[in-house]
């Protein structure tokens, strides 16, 4: 299995590595395209991920995951937050820019265009990453299925509202505590006017409905952080998707940071295994 790790690939709209894995079987047979985006607080190497990973690539698939380059972390150290300012100044638009570098990346390097498939690319998303790569998938024409694992239906549901909300505006800032880091992780208020001024690209319902290509809702029962509810959501705007309640399942797909077992959990396993299927099904 080849493996390339933390592939320092620049931004071109924000002037920031998009640190990057690709994990393929190196075959000189052209595979589907999958990238993969993490969540809040999240990264490329969070939990299991990076188990998921090969398990893609061992069923003959191009395997990309990134980290968002305002995720917080940093060429030399992608795991945890050591750049709390980067996260601080993050913005969707920012996550979809830097997205769009990774998909134009894949499919004009000269290195993997005898591994790559670029008419079939998949895009997976967790959590808010789900939220991310519906919208993606929405704009842009490559893109050819769609997965979200937990992924978010409404962007704008998650701000605060009335004395919060003007308690933000007047401070400029807010923290909200890391309970594994112990780190104050600060939220700009310029990320709530970014996205105001974007709220008709990032309304996530209008993407949805937009959709024409294959999509697949995996959603966990006992997810507590995404409700069922808005993986309903997101089938009713979109009711060619697919959906799958996953009994039982937690918000982070059973997995925890740091995972040290050699194997998947069993959620996690499962939630891989039916996003397989999804890929090379015709």
């Known amino acids: 299995m080849q493996k390339k790790l933390n592939i320092p690939v620049r931004s071109t709209s924000h002037n920031k590595p998009i640190v990057t894995d690709v994990i393929y079987l190196k075959n000189n047979a052209k595979k589907p395209i999958v990238i993969f985006c993490h969540g809040y607080k999240g990264y490329k190497d969070w939990g299991a991920w990076n188990l998921a990973a090969e398990a893609f690539a061992e069923n003959n698939l191009f395997f990309v995951k990134f980290n968002f380059s305002h995720n917080g972390g940093t060429l030399e150290n992608p795991i945890d937050f050591p750049d709390l300012e980067a996260f601080g100044n993050n913005t969707f638009i920012k996550e979809l820019d830097d997205l ?9 390097n000269p290195d993997f265009k005898n591994e790559i498939d670029v008419e079939n690319i998949t ?27 937990a992924g978010v239906s409404d962007f704008g549901a998650r701000f605060p509202e009335g004395e919060l909300l003007e308690e933000w505006k007047k401070l ?19 990320f709530y006017e970014n996205f105001k001024e974007n709220e008709a690209r990032l309304t996530i319902k209008k993407a949805v409905e937009n959709l024409n290509i294959s999509h697949l809702i995996v959603q966990g029962e006992n997810d507590e952080v995404v409700l069922p509810a808005e993986a309903k959501n997101l089938h009713l705007w979109n009711p060619k998707s697919e959906l799958v309640i996953v009994e039982g399942m937690n918000h982070p797909l059973g997995c925890t940071q740091p995972w040290e077992g050699p194997k998947m959990p069993f959620h996690l396993e499962k939630v891989v295994k039916k996003s397989i299927d999804f890929i090379l099904k015709k």
């Open 100 to 108: 769009e570098n990774i998909i134009d990346w894949i499919t004009a």
């Open 123 to 149: 895009l997976i998303g967790h959590s808010r990453g789900g939220g991310i790569v519906s919208l993606k998938a929405s704009e842009n024409n490559k893109i050819t299925k769609l997965i979200t694992w």
């Open 172 to 190: 400029g800032i807010s923290h909200i505590l890391n309970t594994r880091t112990k780190q104050k992780m600060p939220h700009l208020y310029q």
